[in-house]
């Protein structure tokens, strides 16, 4: 069945540097892809989506690109900061009309000043 | 910007106990989804709906009903509460399609002792 994988469980990082977390997907139908981010004590929120092979989506400083070759949709940032601490999740469409996202098991990422 | 709201926002229930988790959402929303949040499993879904009068099952029904009596409202019924259904419940609703994003309730902090 379909399903999306997020390698690291926590990454810990220092303000200013650059981070990628990894999330990788299977799915028979055409992907759509999301990531949404998750602040202490908050509600999961949309951060980006796309759908489009090979092209850079970007938001808020963060950026991924779908690649259908390799079944990856990895999200970047150039350069992280204090409030970026928080959980992200990467989610596929599951191709059913819109019946569900299906989500990866998170990654924490925590930035130390 | 959307709105869903969940209630309570904690509860502590007994095992064996009824509980009844509330959502209200007031964007029109077809699709309601339940999911529970916990560590290393990220966000499952339970059940979801595609409008009033309808309920489907998700990935982990087990032991939870649902009930979607108006276009604003998705209820989660524990008619049988358990310590394994301590968790965190999300509400989230969502216009139809494989694009669209899904908007977030605060959450539910439910344990059962």
């Known amino acids: 069945g379909d399903s999306v994988t997020q390698t690291e469980g926590l990454v810990t990082l220092t303000k200013g540097l650059p981070v990628m977390l990894n999330c990788t997907y299977q799915?028979?139908?055409?992907?759509?892809l999301f990531w949404y981010v998750q602040h202490l004590n908050e509600a999961p929120k949309l951060l980006l989506k796309?759908?489009?092979?090979?092209k850079r989506t970007e938001h808020q400083g963060f950026y991924a690109t779908l690649h259908k070759s390799s079944s990856s949709f990895h999200l970047q940032k150039s350069s992280v900061q204090l409030s970026d601490s928080a959980l992200y999740f990467c989610?596929?469409?599951?191709?059913?009309?819109?019946?569900?996202?299906?989500f990866g098991t998170g990654t924490t990422v925590s930035v130390s000043p | 910007e959307a709105a869903v709201t969940q209630s309570p926002r904690n509860k502590v229930a007994v095992t064996g106990g009824k509980v009844t988790l509330s959502c209200n959402q007031t964007?029109?929303?077809?699709?309601m989804y339940w999911y529970r949040q916990d560590t290393g499993h990220g966000l499952r879904l339970i059940h979801y709906?595609?409008?009033?009068?309808?309920?489907e099952k998700g990935d982990i029904p087990d032991g939870y009903k649902a009930s979607r009596p108006s276009q604003e409202n998705f209820s989660l019924i524990l008619e049988l509460a358990t310590p394994s259904q301590t968790s965190v419940y999300f509400c989230?609703?969502?216009?139809?399609?494989?694009?669209?994003?899904?908007?977030f309730g605060p959450g539910t902090r439910l344990t059962v002792l």
């Open positions: 799915t028979t139908y055409s992907p759509f």
């Open positions: 709906s595609y409008g009033a009068g309808s309920t």
């Open positions: 964007n029109n929303h077809n699709n």
């Open positions: 989610a596929l469409s599951d191709g059913q009309g819109g019946r569900a996202l299906i």
């Open positions: 989230a609703s969502g216009d139809r399609g494989l694009y669209a994003e899904q908007f």
């Open positions: 796309s759908s489009t092979d090979n």
